[in-house]
């Protein structure tokens, strides 16, 4: 059973562009929704992170928009850089659980 | 900055033996948690553990594994006798309170079973 579905797998994008990967979840009892980013060889790494209060967050470049009647979520890297070639995980988790629920992960390539 | 640490970074075994994987999460949180990653897939929970005792398991954490934190920093995961499907990065993860406050993972132990 799926609880979170991310996609795509794979992201090539150009330095300067936008990159936008898509979450989308069934379980309304998700409560937190976080994005975690993973380089090779190293662990997850929190990113940016909303609750469905709000229907976007920023920090810098990054972007979290949130849709709660279509159950979807997604993170906008805006101004892309090679530095943020990595794997990007949706993930989340329900009030009072402590357990994360992670996306399939997209693997973002940004070629100079 | 503080970070949460794993030993072995690799580990390779043979089938049946038993494995144990060590963390040292940061020196101030109190909840601790288990996290697999089979090659090329998503990260799946296993078991989360606080106040010296399992508090959250997924149907993966079976009796074939168990958790303990045999002093004040250390925190390990046993996998009895280990199957080629357990083959993963194994990631622990530490924070100070949960309820959804930012979980940091080590970098992660590589086990092979063969």
């Known amino acids: 059973q799926q609880q979170v579905k991310q996609s795509p797998q794979s992201l090539i994008v150009q330095k300067g562009g936008i990159s936008i990967i898509n979450c989308a979840y069934e379980?309304?009892?998700?409560?937190?929704f976080p994005w975690y980013q993973q380089f090779p060889g190293k662990g997850p790494a929190l990113l940016i992170a909303?609750?469905?209060?709000?229907s976007e967050k920023k920090e810098g470049r990054f972007t979290i928009s949130f849709n709660k009647s279509a159950k979807q979520f997604s993170l906008h890297i805006m101004d892309s850089q090679p530095g943020d070639s990595a794997t990007y995980f949706c993930a989340a988790s329900m009030a009072g659980a402590n357990n994360l629920f992670f996306g399939t992960g997209t693997r973002l390539t940004v070629i100079p | 900055e503080p970070e949460v640490t794993q030993t072995p970074s690799h580990q390779v075994t043979q089938m049946g033996q038993e494995v144990i994987l060590r963390c040292v999460p940061i020196?101030?949180?109190?909840?601790f948690y288990w996290y697999r990653q089979i090659l090329g897939q998503k990260v799946e929970f296993l078991v989360s553990f606080y106040n010296n005792e399992i508090s959250e398991k997924s149907e993966i954490f079976d009796d074939q594994f168990s958790v303990e934190r045999p002093d004040g920093s250390n925190f390990t995961l046993k996998i009895r006798s280990t199957k080629l499907e357990d083959s993963a990065m194994y990631f622990c993860?530490?924070?100070?309170?949960?309820?959804?406050?930012?979980?940091?993972f080590g970098p992660g132990t590589r086990l092979l079973v063969l």
């Open positions: 909303i609750r469905p209060d709000v």
């Open positions: 993860a530490s924070n100070f309170r949960v309820r959804q406050e930012t979980q940091y």
């Open positions: 020196s101030n949180h109190l909840y």
């Open positions: 379980n309304t009892a998700f409560d937190y």
